[in-house]
């Protein structure tokens, strides 16, 4: 190869890194649109039983989460098999967004500004951000309208909480509940959980669909 000329996959790479810097640089969609196309993207009319495992990164320990779901009781669970109480803020992120499947609710419940929003890169994903920039904020992906991030500061004594919630394609939930999540309470991931088994009874038959 002659000096001066990059090599295809570092090319690549810079372009693809120029684009998404360009696409964050663009205007965002409005808010309203937004959480409209969220909504839709999270709706669950069916009942839904999901199994996380993961590790308690403070404690050094696992950690198994159930979660279960019943819309026409107006039933949501989140339980820890360890018995562990479940941060408020937390329980209603994940109410709110696998319960109800709306965030708009959650974006008010959280005092979000729905008049703010940016563009940003969270990862390799260009977002929409709903908020404003010192104020609870909701990153939605750009091109599937998943949430990927809740950002909410800290208020009075409560520290501040970011839950990541990606890789959301693919087995067993086909999209429907992220394959990934994380929680950092202030400066510290606490924990780190993966999607182990998702049933969604869409009839009297209800598949079991496990990570391979």
């Not at 010192?134 to 520290?159: K, M, N």
């Amino acid at each position: 190869m002659s000096e001066g000329i990059a090599p295809r996959g570092w090319v690549a790479g810079l372009l693809g890194l120029c684009l998404a810097l360009s696409a964050a640089d663009a205007a965002p969609l409005p808010n309203r649109f937004v959480l409209a196309r969220a909504r839709a993207r999270l709706a669950q009319p069916w009942p839904v039983e999901a199994r996380l495992s993961g590790e308690d990164h403070e404690a050094k320990a696992p950690l198994d989460l159930a979660l279960s779901v019943r819309p026409a009781a107006r039933h949501f669970e989140a339980r820890f098999s360890d018995g562990r109480e479940i941060d408020a803020t937390l329980l209603l992120i994940w109410s709110r967004l696998f319960f109800e499947g709306d965030p708009s609710l959650l974006a008010r419940d959280l005092g979000v500004d729905l008049r703010a929003s940016h563009l940003a890169l969270l990862g390799d994903h260009v977002c929409h951000v709903i908020g404003a920039p010192r104020g609870p904020q909701i990153y939605f992906d750009q091109d599937s309208f998943t949430p990927l991030r809740v950002w909410v500061p800290a208020r009075g004594e409560a520290e501040g909480l970011e839950v990541e919630m990606t890789r959301w394609a693919g087995p067993p939930s086909a999209g429907r509940f992220p394959r990934r999540m994380r929680v950092r309470v202030g400066r510290r991931w606490v924990m780190t959980l993966g999607l182990d088994a998702y049933q969604a009874e869409a009839s009297t038959s209800a598949p079991l669909t496990s990570r391979p």
